[in-house]
């Protein structure tokens, strides 16, 4: 009885024909409806009044100690003594994912009201301005370590954070927002109790207010974007927000809706600092009453985040002037009764959700470009470099592993024990913020040559296992016979041993590139400008500005366009290696005796 058998050739070969005939469908697929740009101001139009629970809600907060009295002159201000890691320039720390407070938009600068004010405040002081992406729960301690001058991120100023940076005056304030499926029975942040799936962001004030306050046990998430994909995905419960990024990010004809919002009593939203860089915090504060003066602050305030603000709060030090702002209460009023009457949405099928989320066209065609020339060339630049440090570092623990030296097999064990034992996140945050001070004036303060070490230093570990295991694979008679030859030991195993070992674990090796490839995307945890931007950051950027999954897939399809080729390639090569020639090639030997008795 004979039976089909289907080669794994033949089966990745139309996986790959899936994953191109997905891309032509969507080709000719009608487009998706456009997307809202959530990395633009969204300006007086979107206007909103105080919530009605705010009243209540901040009754009773402990004094200001914070906010100074009054600042120093800005004419005063020695820029030369701000303790600046390079001179005349603010170096920022910021995120990528969190419009409309801070984002990168369409052209690919960093933006959002945030940054927008602090790019005011350094034209107010005379000086440049970077901002580096990062993400929230490394961003106070690189500020710490001085990694970055400033960290902009819509931070809600508390003790404990008090305890590890130093802030400036306010410029903001923290409404949370309660964020919940459309026609969830959660009608306030009363309605929370435990058993509900409640979604933060890791390490934001949000998720402290979740634990101390509502004493409830929430489900933490690395981004914004991530906790509210969960949301609507049916996932969660609820998303305590704060009240920009809610705005920002819930669109209509979401399933979901913000029900309420409440005052943070955690005082007011500011920029953190380095503890014992003083001057530039009062400089900043200098440069905040000044913008405050001038109408600046106001008028990004009205752009960006146009909200009334809550009884008694202004931003800036105590002798700042009030800003003067546009009625928003009568403006919210206005736009909703000029607005054309939403009637019911039509529910979607599941075929048009999953077409909606994740096969937008337009969006494919945006993302493309910035996934090729700035994501492929820095993806392939850190998989390539840490590759390279992870070969050869990776053959000297292999090598030292089997010595018989307990002083070479020993550091090579607890080596590869740690390395592989750790998360990579961990590693890399720990390479970044411990070594990067130290060699910072060495590197200019670029990622890369630490998170290239960082990656290296991890598929060093990995590939040390492989190499072993491939050496000692290895039939001892190889070793045996050469040494009867006359070789030495090194020269057995670098010439006959090693290259037999190499050859039969080239496809684990391939899976060790592969996976640093993915790997890669981690380094982001370090700060990266918009441009050192590597293929997955690139498309979740986008995301982030569009609220739309499909640049995550146009990303996905990037790293499969380097996997396949590259697993099938290795293929190749491993299968020619174990045959020695095609099957069709002449034996050279029977071919020169052939020719000879010619």
């Not at 934001?204 to 509502?214: P, R």
């Not at 949405?345 to 996934?371: G, V």
């Not at 080239?506 to 050192?532: C, D, T």
Request: charged residues 15%; hydrophobic residues 45%.
């Amino acid at each position: 009885m004979s039976s089909l058998r289907v080669s794994p050739l033949s089966v990745k070969t139309f996986a790959l024909a899936l994953v191109i005939g997905m891309i032509a469908a969507m080709g000719l697929a009608a487009p998706a409806a456009a997307q809202t740009d959530q990395c633009s101001p969204p300006g007086p139009e979107s206007a909103s009044a105080l919530p009605t629970n705010l009243a209540t809600a901040a009754t009773g907060p402990e004094a200001d100690r914070y906010t100074t009295p009054d600042v120093q002159p800005l004419d005063s201000v020695d820029v030369t003594a701000l303790g600046l890691s390079q001179p005349g320039t603010l170096t920022v720390g910021t995120l990528s994912d969190a419009p409309p407070s801070i984002c990168i938009d369409s052209a690919g600068q960093f933006t959002g009201f945030d940054n927008e004010l602090l790019r005011a405040v350094a034209d107010k002081l005379g000086l440049q301005i970077n901002f580096v992406g990062t993400e929230f729960s490394g961003l106070l301690a690189q500020v710490a370590a001085r990694r970055f001058d400033v960290g902009s991120s819509s931070i809600t100023t508390t003790d404990a954070r008090r305890r590890t940076v130093g802030f400036t005056n306010g410029y903001d304030f923290g409404y949370f927002s309660l964020v919940v499926p459309t026609g969830s029975p959660i009608t306030g942040f009363d309605k929370l109790a435990e058993g509900q799936r409640i979604g933060v962001v890791q390490g934001t004030v949000q998720e402290a207010y979740v634990i101390d306050t509502l004493k409830l046990e929430p489900v933490k998430y690395p981004d914004y974007n991530t906790v509210y994909a969960s949301l609507k995905s049916g996932q969660l419960d609820a998303w305590v927000a704060p009240s920009q990024q809610a705005q920002g990010t819930v669109q209509p004809g979401d399933p979901a809706q913000i029900i309420e919002n409440t005052f943070s009593l955690d005082n007011f939203v500011a920029w953190a600092v380095a503890l014992d860089n003083q001057p530039l915090i009062d400089a900043l504060n200098s440069g905040l009453d000044a913008i405050i003066a001038d109408g600046t602050w106001a008028r990004l305030y009205s752009d960006w985040v146009p909200r009334a603000l809550p009884p008694g709060w202004k931003p800036g030090s105590k002798a700042a002037p009030d800003p003067q702002l546009p009625d928003f209460t009568a403006l919210a009023e206005r736009n909703k009764e000029s607005a054309a009457p939403a009637g019911p949405a039509e529910p979607k099928s599941t075929l048009s959700q999953l077409r909606a989320a994740f096969l937008d066209w337009d969006l494919y065609k945006r993302a493309i470009p910035d996934l090729f020339t700035t994501g492929l060339p820095n993806t392939l630049i850190l998989t390539v470099s840490a590759s390279i440090i992870g070969l050869v570092l990776g053959m000297a623990l292999a090598v030292a592993g089997i010595s018989r030296s307990r002083w070479l097999r020993w550091p090579a064990r607890v080596y590869t024990d740690i390395f592989r034992g750790l998360p990579e996140v961990v590693i890399i945050l720990l390479i970044g913020l411990g070594i990067g001070p130290v060699v910072g004036h060495l590197t200019g303060n670029n990622p890369y040559p630490l998170g290239i070490a960082a990656l290296g230093l991890m598929a060093a570990a990995y590939i040390g296992e492989i190499f072993r295991s491939g050496i000692q694979s290895v039939d001892p008679g190889q070793l045996e016979a050469s040494r009867a030859l006359g070789f030495s030991y090194s020269t057995s195993m670098r010439l006959v041993v090693i290259p037999q070992g190499v050859r039969r674990v080239l496809p684990a090796l391939m899976n060790q590139f592969i996976s640093l490839l993915k790997a890669s995307s981690l380094v982001y945890f370090l700060g990266l400008i918009a441009n050192q931007r590597e293929l997955f950051q690139v498309g979740r950027d986008l995301n982030a500005q569009t609220g739309n999954l499909s640049p995550l897939v146009a990303a996905g399809l990037f790293y499969l366009a380097l996997t396949i080729p590259l697993t099938h390639l290795v293929n190749f090569i491993d299968a020619r290696l174990r045959r020695g020639r095609r099957p069709d090639e002449e034996d050279p030997l029977v071919l020169s005796t052939s020719q000879e008795m010619n």
